[in-house]
């Protein structure tokens, strides 16, 4: 599975450079020299065509592996017995691994539904009509970079993540080390206001203003920085399409701004308060 995200993705980045290289040869009158490079072909028969081949390839593969084969089963499910680590099905290991850096209400509900919501905005927010149909990369960059971003960074790197290195405690494992179920990791993580030292008998809202602003730097600040810096890109979205987008793509930066945190101060929480923590 790995093997084809490496090989689609090398592919059709591939593919976009072949075209952008075409388009350039096109708009310089110079589309004879690289006759490959603007190869065009119909969607039927051709490409129909070709996915049925392989869609009938793929179905006779997989059905002669699982008769060969048998499904890699555990044994029953035992009460006194349980399984360390616990882990889920290996496409939601990425969610699993984000309850490391986050609250189980934002890794678990809030993180998943903004996903959803990401998806079913992207045909409001990218009204893009370039690339349709064809790759290209140099027609959009950004929305090219933000979904790679999105599925190679924040989905299949998590997973790998949650399948090869998370051993027996959900702790850290390197590739080439013994997965010891005895292993014992210090807990060492601190707060924010810990690190900065502040009174933790204090009120929590006094003690959690440096949290506070943080973060409504992070969601406010940013975003006005930059629609003054990018007006262009600001104008081109709107206010509304503008914030959207912005607000998505800062919360995916999120979280690998709080695993580099993590891993480098030991932060837990940049806020804690008596109902949810961030």
């Known amino acids: 599975m790995l093997f084809l995200v490496i090989f689609f993705t090398y592919l059709g980045l591939k593919k976009a450079s072949l075209n952008d290289v075409a388009k350039k040869l096109e708009n310089n009158g110079g589309t004879k020299s ?46 006194t017995k349980t399984p360390n680590p616990a882990k889920a099905p290996w496409y939601f290991l990425g969610l699993q691994e984000m309850l490391v850096y986050y609250d189980p209400w934002i890794a678990g509900v809030l993180l998943p539904l903004l996903i959803i919501f990401g ?9 893009n009509p370039k690339g349709n149909g064809y790759y290209t990369l140099s027609e959009r960059k950004f929305a090219v970079t933000t979904f790679l971003f999105g599925f190679l960074i924040l989905w299949v790197f998590l997973i790998i993540v949650g399948t090869f290195l998370r051993g027996p405690g959900w702790n850290f494992f390197s590739p080439y080390e013994k997965w010891d179920t005895y ?8 707060n924010l206001s810990e690190i900065l030292g502040l009174n933790p008998k204090s009120h ?22 930059l629609a003054i810096l990018k007006r262009d890109f600001y104008k081109s979205l709107g206010f509304l399409r ?25 932060l837990k929480y940049l806020i804690v308060t008596p109902w949810f923590n961030i």
């Open 183 to 190: 292993k014992v990791e210090p807990l060492t993580n601190v």
């Open 242 to 266: 503008f914030v959207i987008t912005i607000v998505l793509l800062l919360i995916m930066l999120a979280l690998p701004i709080k695993m580099f945190l993590t891993w480098t101060i030991n």
């Open 204 to 225: 929590w809202i006094i003690r959690e203003l440096p949290g506070f602003f943080l973060l409504i730097l992070y969601f406010f600040g940013l975003p006005l920085i």
């Open 119 to 127: 998806l079913m905005a992207i045909p409001y927010i990218d009204t």
């Open 34 to 79: 690289n006759p490959k490079a603007i190869e065009k072909v119909h969607v039927w028969p051709e490409l129909v065509f070709r996915e049925l081949i392989v869609m009938i390839l793929v179905t006779v593969f997989l059905t002669v592996w699982s008769i060969l084969l048998d499904a890699p089963l555990e044994e029953p499910a035992n009460p």
